[in-house]
């Protein structure tokens, strides 16, 4: 009788699927951080997680877990090393909050090339003369550049395409393995890329250090618009605040941060040029559900001998075939 460890608050919908499977044991953890859930892993057999980190300690106490599924795409908190090392699933949903993304990096473009914080205070506390600043700019006939020409990339070029913009993507894994079909052309060298951009637009993983730093807002027009709904981490906040602060970045709109919840005192806070969310690009009510959905299904289906090779982040290291 498998037992399940539930990490973070789930949709309603997916409590009722696991609740209702049959000789399946669920405690559930609605508390978002490692130590609530930790004390609980040692007799956990499968752990549902959210975004709080699963650290190699944690995963080291867990004495009898065979799976984690990952409410989401992404799995950067947690330590893929030591679940190989335990030969322990990691499974991640398919592709269910990627359209959610896209609508709200769409959001953001829009928002911040038309200055929308701005526009809204002008009204509310004044001066309505704000506006002869021409500060709004029109999208059509403006260049933007997606870094990451993923399933959220995609989506994005296809929702801001309808604005009349010139689209490019920079992906150099998808460049090696053959590009998508489509309108959208790719950039072969970024550098080359942030200087023909007006807007630029963030999906990409993050990886060990910042893809965007001090060197490539050097780079960059004088007063790009730039969207970041990836990861904190992907941009390097110091620079970019110094971008901003000298004008180099003229608006941004931010869904990350490299500290989450970021600090109150952060600086991009000081910015009314600046969208801020808390990292709610794919927590919608419609993604949160179908992320519960898919996150319990995978266990479930773990345990029934019918898991989907490709949802398992790890399956070379634990000898699964695709099927």
Request: a negative charge; aromatic letters at 6%.
């Amino acid at each position: 009788m498998p037992h399940v460890l539930v990490a973070g608050k789930l949709h309603p919908l997916g409590r009722a699927l696991l609740d209702a499977a049959p000789g399946v044991s669920v405690r559930y953890i609605e508390e978002v951080s490692e130590e609530s859930y930790a004390p609980y892993i040692d007799t956990a057999d499968a752990l549902l997680i959210r975004t709080q980190p699963m650290s190699a300690t944690t995963i080291a106490q867990a004495r009898q877990l065979k799976i984690v599924s990952r409410h989401g795409v992404g799995y950067d908190a947690v330590d893929l090393t030591a679940l190989n090392q335990r030969q322990i699933a990691l499974a991640v949903c398919g592709d269910v909050n990627s359209t959610s993304v896209a609508e709200h990096a769409a959001m953001m473009i829009l928002a911040a090339s038309k200055r929308a914080l701005r526009a809204d205070k002008s009204v509310r506390q004044g001066p309505w003369d704000w506006r002869n600043g021409l500060e709004s700019q029109d999208l059509r006939g403006r260049n933007l550049l997606l870094l990451g020409y993923g399933r959220i990339g995609r989506h994005t070029a296809t929702m801001m395409g309808g604005f009349g913009l010139t689209i490019r993507a920079y992906d150099p894994y998808l460049l090696g393995q053959g590009w998508p079909p489509g309108p959208v052309t790719p950039v072969a060298d970024l550098a080359e890329g942030l200087a023909w951009a007006d807007i630029i637009s963030v999906s990409v993983p993050r990886a060990g250090k910042p893809l965007i730093g001090t060197a490539e807002f050097a780079q960059m027009k004088d007063g790009v618009v730039l969207v970041n709904t990836a990861r904190g981490g992907v941009v390097d906040e110091t620079a970019l605040i110094a971008a901003l602060s000298s004008g180099k970045v003229g608006a941004a709109g931010l869904d990350v941060f490299e500290q989450e919840p970021p600090a109150r005192d952060n600086p991009l806070a000081g910015f009314d040029q600046v969208l801020l969310s808390p990292h709610i690009a794919g927590v919608t009510d419609g993604a949160a559900e179908r992320m519960a959905l898919g996150s319990a299904q995978n266990i479930l289906d773990f345990f029934a001998g019918r898991l989907d090779p490709n949802l398992i982040v790890n399956k070379e290291m634990l000898h699964v075939s695709e099927t």
